[in-house]
């Protein structure tokens, strides 16, 4: 029962300058101080109204009642005194409770009006929005701590219509800006209108819990899309052991599509069966002791393994969370494993070739100036095998640089790494202490950083061929003073036979003159000598101009020209009007120039010879291949067999003549090569050689071909 107060001492023990009291607590103490007064009066009263005792005034008692009434009163108020000090020592203790409740609450607490001023707050708040003091946190507007400040309306509009929020979540921004996770509780306080005039509230950061939700919504989403990965196979076993504890098969509790695409086996007819209703026992058995050892053990493991019936290579991460369980992910990676096996062929395949070669493939390391690679050929051309290559280094390698070749050397390959591409020609010191040519060519290629990293290579021995060089330079020096004796005995050779050609053309003509003055002076047996003189000279004469004819093509380069061959032929013809020529014209241009008609003088003219009486000729041209004409001069003669056919051009040559036979046909040939054809000797009646010859050449078209010079 509370202790009656008596009111001389109400003032006293009610001073609220002693402590500051919450609002709760000076509601509990006018209470607590009112219910005393109300039951001391009513004490009193009832003594009066019981009968028991009525206080007489002052001057009606005696002395003794009244200092015996005083002494009561006095020792009613020093317990009334013991009762409040003991309810102030409770008040202080349960202020000193609330106090630490509220500061040491791990939740943020605070209280904040309407409008976002903050009016009251815990540390926990602070350390959640990362407030340096109170006071920093009372500056500031908590709709400043929303990352959308349109959340804080609408949690107003739920607070004004429900009272309270419970458990809500949501992004908040703390004071460095950066956004954490919290969940709230609010609870409004409204006043007597039902306005809302304060939000109490109760914040805790589960932006850890949130990270991991997120982090496991995100794994279950990557876990269903490994499930529906069309090119990532999974399966979930469960190990069958023996007797032992050995694993000797394997139970499908669940697999995914990827595994149906891989196998074959569809998901229905998978699930709770074993591997080996599968496959054989000697396909699975490395697999299924894989399994096992990681059921059992819980390592987890990564490898690659064929499945000879399926054609295929997987490569399989298996690791297990429950003993006697296995999850597996697994891949086709055939292409990769066939590509792999071809990459093996091949580079077997290109060593054998470096190390058969005769060239030497080298790669050397410029970060560490070691040689990583050296085919085996570098014995062979520098005595040195190639791990006494590999320990040598820039300075041991220039060391063997002849000394006339060092700066090149040291030159290109500081340029070669700015361009990556270098050659170089240079002498090298074999072990046996001679120096061998060697002709390199290498590559600078860089690392992921831009820095020179190899210097790759091949390089040959080139002795022998340097020498054959130097020997060829030789010769050519020779050669050039040869050629410039010759070009000198040419000339001198020119100059001999114009002169004898000149004087003796003249000396015949003479000769030929006085022949005919001398026919018309002699009779008898003397006229046939003089015929037969003058034949000489005259022969003699076509010869000298043969012969000038043919020096004049071997002078120097023709300068060919577009001819009109119809009015060239027609030329020739005009110069035999005894013999019956057969020709209906033509309208071809051809590459030629005015020797042409020398072509159809000798043709004509050893028809006419070796033709005999009666001899008929004919002349027919006609387009042949692409870009040629072919001319055909054709004869009713005695023909020519068919073991001169393929020698009757070359019969001067072959000096297979008499004095002056085959020069014609010699000019001919010399004139159709001279103007880009061939020329060549058929029957004029197919296998009937002695019923004539027809002689066929080509001829350039002179259109849309370019003039030669």
């Keep these: 029962m509370v202790q009656a107060i008596h009111p001389l001492t109400r003032a006293v023990i009610y001073d609220r300058s002693e402590f500051q009291r919450t609002a709760g607590e000076k509601q509990l103490l006018d209470l607590y101080m009112t219910v005393g007064f109300n039951e001391t009066q009513a ?71 309407v409008d976002g001023r903050i009016l009251a707050c815990n540390p926990a708040f602070l350390r959640i929005f990362g407030f340096a003091s109170i006071e920093d946190a009372l500056q500031t507007n908590i709709r400043d701590l929303y990352a959308d400040p349109e959340d804080r309306d609408r949690l107003l509009e ?114 709770h069966r074993r591997v080996t209703e599968f496959f054989t026992p000697e396909e699975v058995t490395d697999l299924i002791t894989i399994y096992g050892r990681v059921a059992l053990t819980g390592e987890s493991a990564t490898f690659e393994y064929p499945l000879p019936s399926l054609s295929r290579w997987f490569e399989v991460t298996a690791f297990s969370f429950e003993r006697g369980r296995v999850t597996a992910f697994f891949t086709d990676i055939t292409k990769r494993k066939r590509a792999e096996a071809a990459h093996r062929e091949s580079e077997e395949r290109f060593r054998a070739v470096l190390e058969s070669s005769l060239d030497v493939v080298y790669r050397l390391n410029l970060q560490t100036d070691r040689y990583d690679y050296v085919s085996p050929v570098v014995g062979e051309i520098l005595g040195v095998t190639p791990g006494e290559m590999t320990t040598m280094d820039h300075d041991a390698f220039m060391d063997r640089v002849h000394p006339e070749d060092r700066p090149v050397v040291e030159e290109e390959f500081y340029k070669s790494i700015l361009r990556t591409k270098g050659f170089l020609v240079y002498r090298f010191r074999a072990k046996d202490g001679q120096y061998r040519w ?69 000396t015949e003509n003479v000769s030929n003159l006085y022949t005919e003055l001398l026919l018309d002076s002699v009779e008898g047996e003397a006229v046939g000598y003089l015929v037969n003189l003058k034949r000489s000279i005259t022969k003699s004469i076509e010869i000298l101009g043969m012969v000038s004819k043919i020096r004049r093509i071997h002078a120097g380069p023709p300068l060919l020209r ?68 072919r001319v055909t001069v054709a004869d009713t003669g005695r023909g020519v067999p068919d073991s001169q056919k393929d020698v009757i051009f070359h019969r001067y040559e072959r000096k297979q003549r008499g004095v002056g036979e085959g020069l014609g046909l010699y000019l001919v040939q010399i004139l159709v090569d001279r103007y880009g054809g061939r020329i060549w000797v058929e029957d004029r009646v197919p296998g009937r050689s002695e019923q004539g010859a027809a002689f066929s050449f080509l001829l350039r078209e002179a259109e849309g071909v370019p003039v030669r010079p």
């Design 562 to 629: 577009p001819t009109d061959l119809d009015a060239v032929i027609r030329a020739e013809i005009a110069h035999f009007p005894e013999v019956p020529i057969h020709y209906e014209g033509t309208t071809a241009t051809v590459l030629a120039d005015d020797l042409l008609s020398e072509i159809f003088t000798n043709l004509i003219g050893n028809a006419v010879k070796h033709g005999g009486p009666g001899v008929a000729i004919s002349i027919r041209v006609e387009a042949d291949e692409v870009g040629f004409f």
């Design 43 to 113: 004490s009193s009263s009832s003594e009066v109204r019981g009968g028991r005792r009525k206080t007489p005034p002052m001057g009606e008692r005696p002395q003794h009642e009244r200092i015996a009434e005083l002494q009561a009163e006095i020792e009613m108020l020093r317990r009334e005194n013991a009762a409040l000090l003991s309810l102030k020592d409770a008040l202080q203790g349960s202020e000193e409770r609330y106090r630490r409740l509220f500061e040491d609450d791990l939740t943020g607490d605070f209280l904040a009006s």
């Design 438 to 506: 060697l002709e390199d060519h290498f590559t600078v290629i860089d690392d992921v950083n831009g820095w020179p990293h190899f210097r790759s290579g091949i390089f040959r021995d080139i002795t022998e061929r340097k020498q054959t060089e130097e020997a060829l330079q030789r010769h050519a020096a020779e050669l050039t003073r040869i050629h410039r004796d010759l070009e000198s005995a040419h000339r001198e050779a020119n100059l001999y036979l114009d002169i004898l050609t000149h004087d003796i053309r003249n």
């Design 158 to 271: 739920r607070l004004e219509r429900e009272g309270k929020v419970e458990n809500e979540g949501m992004a908040r921004r703390r004071r460095d800006g950066s956004y954490i996770h919290v969940v709230e509780n609010l609870v409004g306080r409204f006043d007597a209108d039902g306005e809302l005039v304060e939000i109490q509230g109760y914040t805790y950061d589960d932006s850890e819990r949130k990270r991991a939700e997120d982090a496991l919504q995100e794994n279950m989403r990557w876990y269903q899309q490994i499930l529906d990965n069309p090119f990532v196979g999974y399966v979930h076993c469960e190990i069958v052991t023996d007797t032992a504890g050995n694993p000797v098969d394997i139970v499908y509790l669940e697999v995914n599509r990827a595994f149906e695409f891989f196998t074959g086996i569809g998901r229905d007819a998978a699930l």
